[in-house]
């Protein structure tokens, strides 16, 4: 960080809530992690790829750091389709809007790769909201914050209304989120996107 302190692996990295109070120098992998050949392979044969939702700073940018990830992502013709973080980590991404999170995973994938974003504007149960109130905050999205985007963001009631529940053996189960995305809903928004140029396409043609 900033300050000269370094944070070593998930754990110290996840259980730190300076990280954007004291701001980041610089994010690597010790040692160096190079791209198993299938993965790049599957990556650039890809129709969709898919990114998130998932802690920022360990489980979404790790994997982009991994040497030929990220040029992977650049010359695949797949689209792009980031499924936002429901809130923001309290620390550490402390008024990132859904914006911001587009912006920090292109600095590694290349400006103008993420094609679609997914965002939910369902309304979390009142004692949700109170509990996060306490750690966390609700991503926040302006349509006019930018005057254009190049990515499309689709806008939905994602949350999943299903009851959380953790195993007695799940040592970090206090640190796990309750507000979760409902995969249904967002498989049938991902398999949407496979077919939507072609059924542009077919609008288009109709007079």
Aim: proline share 3%; aromatic share 8%.
């Amino acid at each position: 960080m900033k300050n000269g302190k370094l944070l070593v692996g998930e754990n110290e990295i996840n259980h730190n809530f300076e990280i954007q109070q004291c701001g980041i120098q610089k994010i690597y992998l010790s040692p160096k992690a190079k791209a198993n050949p299938k993965a790049i392979e599957k990556i650039r044969s890809a129709d969709l790829i898919v990114m998130g939702p998932g802690n920022h700073y360990c489980s979404i940018l790790p994997n982009l750091l991994v040497s030929g990830i990220a040029e992977a992502l650049r010359t695949s013709k797949a689209k792009v389709v980031y499924n936002c973080n429901l809130v923001n980590k309290k620390g550490q991404t402390d008024g990132f809007s859904l914006d911001d999170y587009v912006d920090a995973i292109e600095q590694y994938i290349g400006k103008g790769r993420v094609d679609f974003v997914t965002y939910n504007i369902g309304k979390p149960s009142k004692m949700l909201l109170k509990k996060y109130a306490q750690e966390s905050e609700i991503v926040p999205f302006e349509k006019d914050a930018r005057k254009k985007r190049h990515y499309r963001i689709i806008q939905s009631d994602f949350l999943s209304t299903e009851k959380v529940s953790f195993s007695r053996g799940d040592k970090i189960a206090k640190t796990r989120s309750l507000l979760r995305h409902d995969t249904e809903k967002i498989g049938k928004v991902l398999m949407m996107l496979l077919e939507l140029a072609e059924y542009e396409n077919i609008l288009n043609d109709i007079v």
